[in-house]
């Protein structure tokens, strides 16, 4: 019989960063592999990635990673698997599609195009005694998919995103006579999206944002501009069919938007031709011309602040323009979207922003689980994709549909269900998470130390220190240069500086007294680090701060210079004045 384990390396607990693995008879299959958007306490942080040391460790146990559609929660963390390991993905067109714009974003030289896999609705693929087998879901992305994994032991259910709307009939369509035959032949496990199961009743209708926009596309000699992320194909949908309804040209600025309208792979429901395209430029020149603006996360809105501000080459708001905010804000950029509304609120357009208690994100609601689960009826329910109290609400949905109560697993990232026939339960070992912070779009991976730097930089500055040594006998042959930026305000009256560069002195010279006796055993770097320890107490003990500490040492080569003892008289001078000091202290 199969040994089955399900496990979380992102995704439980938090928004986003969505990655799980099945492992079945030692053959891993990756289910999603998304990102997140950071908190903007994390500084110089693009996007989180679940850490993957886990599948680079057993990469060659890795069958494949089954993406359920385009969006970057799902799929945004395939370029940093794909820059390790050679694996193929599976996929609908259009995740391909993104998923290769991505990669060539990121100059991810190793990966092939033949590693995304293009697989169709009921397609069934064979891995040995695994067989997956492909069902359509309706969810922000066209044919979303999810997967039904038939083993010896029984069938795993992997739903991605998803709702339950029975009146769809487009590439957004759910099949659901696949699903009730997939839940007749029977289910051991159904891992479910539960995301927004807090949320009462269904996602449908509330998922449509026709009836905000209507009135508006009617407007006459009214440009519109409208702001969506790029995982909301389905809004793309309807803001084009609003447009040429009204007969107004569409322009698009955002790459991955361009891409997927040119593309053809949703034409056949939205109906777009050429000629109901246009330039940026030329929506500028037009009377009512619509402008889609697109990206991911923190992207979008860095492209309506740019526009905002007037710093953006193409594009600016006119009194003749309507702002319309489609998308409510995502997880992790919810400060920026308050901060964006205030830039164009400032700008002469009229502005329309749509929150989450108008439209709700394309996911499953409590109905919705209540309903999927009632038509696979499996044994076991795993919800996946959600905050804990999310995963609760989830649980009793379940409950409701017929599961009982002691088959519901909730698990935490790195925790492992062990599933079976005869039972679930969850392993006591642990798989190795974490994060993994990227920044510049995959430029690299930030570390722990990188991080705590920034933080300091932040909070208490960087001192720079500067000084010249002779290369022959190491003796200090130049002033003592101390910058500081961030720490504190100083006057350079102030006898901190010149108790730090004595202190830098004292230490220097102790180095050059270490070079005459044994040169062997003198070494710059050791002296660097000791002025960096010394200086960062010094500055603590008057301000309380702990800046980063730079200390460069030059050593000059010329064979010009000719040796002059340096004027100790400030030192001495210096610790006389200290002496005289202390002693009309104890008096």
Not at 10 to 26: A, C, F, M, S, T
Not at 100 to 122: A, E, G, H, L, P
Not at 169 to 184: A, M
Not at 189 to 206: H, K, M, Q
Request: net charge neutral; aromatic share 8%.
């Amino acid at each position: 019989m199969s040994k089955i384990k399900f496990m979380a390396l992102g995704g439980q607990d938090e928004r986003g960063k969505n990655l799980y693995v099945l492992d079945i008879d030692d053959n891993l299959l990756i289910l999603d592999a998304g990102v997140k958007y950071p908190d903007k306490g994390i500084l110089g942080v693009d996007i989180v990635t679940p850490k993957l040391d886990y599948l680079k460790n057993n990469k060659q146990k890795i069958k494949g990673i089954f993406l359920t559609n385009s969006a970057s929660y799902n799929m945004g963390a395939v370029p940093f698997i794909l820059k390790s390991m050679d694996v193929p993905v599976y996929c609908n067109e259009i995740t391909q599609l993104v998923g290769k714009i991505k990669i060539s974003r990121m100059r991810i030289k190793n990966t092939k195009d033949q590693n995304f896999v293009v697989v169709k609705d009921k397609q069934i693929l064979n891995f040995g005694n695994i067989k997956v087998e492909v069902f359509r879901t309706t969810s922000a992305s066209p044919q979303s998919y999810g997967y039904a994994f038939h083993t010896e032991e029984g069938t795993i259910v992997y739903a991605g995103d998803y709702i339950i709307d029975g009146k769809e009939q487009s590439y957004f369509s759910t099949d659901f006579n696949h699903i009730n035959e997939i839940g007749k032949k029977g289910v051991l496990a159904l891992i479910a999206d539960s995301e927004y199961a807090s949320r009462s009743g269904f996602t449908v209708p509330n998922h449509k944002i026709e009836n905000f926009i209507s009135t508006s596309f009617k407007e006459k000699k009214t440009k519109i501009a409208i702001g969506i992320f790029e995982e909301d194909i389905f809004k793309l949908g309807e803001i084009c069919m609003a447009a040429k309804e009204n007969n107004r040209k569409i322009a698009v600025y955002g790459r991955t938007m361009t891409e997927i309208l040119n593309s053809n792979l949703i034409n056949e429901n939205l109906k777009i031709v050429s000629d109901d395209l246009i330039t940026v430029e030329e929506y500028m020149e037009s009377e009512n011309g619509l402008l889609i603006i697109s990206g991911t996360g923190d992207i979008l809105y860095s492209k309506l602040a740019k526009i905002a501000t007037g710093n953006d080459e193409v594009v600016e708001f006119t009194e003749k323009d309507l702002i319309i905010l489609a998308t409510p804000p995502a997880p992790g950029v919810e400060k920026r979207h308050a901060q964006i509304l205030d830039e164009l609120a400032r700008t002469d357009a009229r502005l329309i922003a749509l929150s989450d208690r108008n439209i709700w994100s394309m996911h499953a609601s409590y109905e919705d689980v209540k309903v999927f689960t009632s038509m696979l009826n499996p044994k076991y329910f795993i919800p996946v994709k959600s905050l804990f109290k999310d995963s609760l609400k989830a649980e009793k949905a379940a409950i409701e549909a017929g599961v009982n109560e002691k088959n519901v697993v909730i698990l935490d990232n790195g925790q492992v269900a062990n599933i079976s026939k005869s039972g679930i339960s969850v392993a006591d070992k642990k798989v190795d998470i974490g994060n993994s912070y990227v920044d510049q779009a995959g430029v690299g991976d930030v570390g722990a130390i990188v991080l705590n730097e920034r933080k300091l930089l932040a909070t208490d500055g960087v001192m720079i220190i500067g000084a010249t040594i002779d290369t022959r006998n190491k003796e200090l042959i130049s002033m003592i240069d101390t910058q500081m930026r961030g720490v504190l305000y100083i006057k350079e009256e102030n006898p901190i500086f010149k108790i730090i560069q004595k202190e830098i002195e004292l230490l220097l010279e102790q180095g050059q007294s270490l070079f005459k006796e044994s040169p062997n055993k003198y070494d710059i770097n050791e002296i660097k680090k000791d002025i960096a320890t010394k200086v960062r107490s010094l500055i603590k003990q008057e301000s309380g701060k702990q800046p980063i500490v730079l200390v460069i040492v030059n050593e000059y080569e010329g064979k010009d210079y000719v040796f002059k003892p340096r004027n100790n008289s400030n030192r001495n001078n210096f610790k006389n004045n200290n002496n005289n000091n202390n002693k009309k202290g104890s008096n």
